[in-house]
């Protein structure tokens, strides 16, 4: 097994994010399973902007998240038009709440789900910053990953 540990240094500290995209296409042609998962995480980390509040920076970086794998996979960019334009008129907050108390869940839900990412749902937001939200909204929200099989105690500080 090759040694990745100064392309993984590399990695942790760019702030590029063209950078971190070739990093990820060359981990995708080599196989290289760690460098592709540290490089999309970095990625992840630095493209919402710095100056927001914990629970949008979560959020943001969420829908990140799935509009790189989204342009990985189809090769074009994609946004979640529809949930921008939630935020847009209704704020985070609001968005997360809508997402988790929905009858049933989002597209982003799935897609997220079927990708490996269950920790980077509204749901798993909603988890990581309870004390923001009533208390309908997180048992919603809770309710929502265990029915998908997601164990709660795995989610980053759920």
Do not use: C
Not at 37 to 43: G, N
Not at 60 to 67: G, V
Not at 79 to 99: A, E, N, P
């Amino acid at each position: 097994m090759p040694d990745y540990s100064n392309v993984l240094a590399i990695i942790h500290a760019s702030d590029n994010p063209d950078q971190l995209r070739q990093f990820i296409e060359n981990a995708n042609r080599m196989d290289a399973k760690d460098v592709y998962a540290a490089a999309f995480r970095r990625l992840v980390e630095i493209l919402p902007a710095a100056d927001l509040e914990p629970v949008a920076l979560d959020f943001w970086r969420s829908i990140h998240a799935l509009e790189e794998r989204l342009r990985e996979e189809r090769g074009k960019t994609v946004r979640l038009s529809r949930t921008r334009q939630k935020i847009g008129r209704v704020g985070v907050m609001k968005t997360l709440g809508d997402l988790a108390l929905a009858s049933s869940p989002s597209e982003g839900f799935d897609m997220l789900l079927e990708r490996g990412m269950p920790d980077l749902t509204a749901e798993a937001v909603v988890l990581r910053h309870e004390r923001e939200f009533e208390p309908q909204v997180v048992v919603a929200a809770r309710q929502r990953l265990e029915g998908a099989g997601v164990e709660i105690d795995s989610l980053s500080g759920a």
